[in-house]
């Protein structure tokens, strides 16, 4: 059964820190791995990854793929407020088109 | 970029009652929509997924007479919550991919159904 696991499940920091948010997953036919990030409404689409080791950035965002140990990771550093959110990672296969989404991380950044 | 649009953005209902849910995609083409449904603190949830011009493929545990999805055209997709109860209140968003490139989902803003 396809699953898609995210920790921590909750993460409280102040601004400045840096964090990292987990996702790991198991997914048939596995195509790319996708980060979204939601606030109040419908999720915003951060990064797309589909090969192993190569780092996407968007500012203080970052995030890396291992397809060996079938992992990724989104890096946010100097954390601010604005980055309280969820953080969704979604596993998207080949062989049909519908994403597995992860539980979420829930960040929340104190000032 | 791509835009998806819902309509409406949130919606109060009595229990008994139909809720017609619109999503489309205002500049381009979505061979494929996605419905799903959010419960407050979870994840997203997958409802179905719908190709245009065919018939919607529902997920284990969904009820196809009750959240009829119709994918008339390339830029439209249509959720309908029938016989609406309070069990059925929940955050409702879809998402449309497009025909080439790597098949990302662009989603709308999402509706908010309450029933009463």
């Known amino acids: 059964e396809d699953k898609v696991v995210q920790s921590p499940l909750s993460l409280v920091v102040h601004e400045g820190d840096t964090v990292t948010l987990n996702c790991s997953y198991e997914?048939?036919?596995?195509?790319?791995l996708l980060w979204y990030k939601q606030e109040k409404k419908a999720p915003t689409f951060l990064f797309m990854l589909?090969?192993?080791?190569i780092e996407k950035k968007s500012g203080r965002l970052s995030s890396i793929l291992d397809k060996k140990e079938l992992f990724s990771i989104l890096n946010i550093t100097a954390t601010q407020t604005g980055d309280s959110a969820i953080y969704l990672c979604?596993?998207?296969?080949?062989?049909?088109?519908?994403?597995?989404f992860g539980a979420g991380t829930r960040l929340t950044v104190k000032p | 970029g791509a835009v998806v649009s819902q309509h409406p953005s949130w919606v109060i209902c009595k229990s008994g009652t139909s809720v017609k849910i619109e999503c489309r995609s205002l500049?381009?083409?979505?061979?494929?929509m996605f419905w799903y449904r959010q419960f407050p603190k979870q994840s997203l949830m997958l409802m179905a997924t719908?190709?245009?011009?065919?018939?919607?493929?529902?997920e284990q545990g969904v009820e196809k007479d009750k959240f009829l999805i119709n994918h008339a055209s390339l830029t439209l997709s249509t959720l309908t919550v029938t016989s609406a109860h309070p069990e059925d209140s929940s955050f409702y968003i879809c998402?449309?991919?497009?025909?080439?490139?790597?098949?990302?989902?662009?989603f709308g803003p999402g509706t908010r159904l309450t029933v009463t």
């Open positions: 998402s449309a991919q497009g025909s080439i490139g790597l098949y990302e989902q662009y």
């Open positions: 997914v048939t036919n596995f195509r790319s």
């Open positions: 589909t090969s192993s080791g």
């Open positions: 979604a596993a998207n296969p080949y062989n049909n088109n519908d994403m597995r």
């Open positions: 500049d381009f083409q979505a061979t494929t």
């Open positions: 719908s190709n245009e011009g065919s018939k919607a493929t529902y």
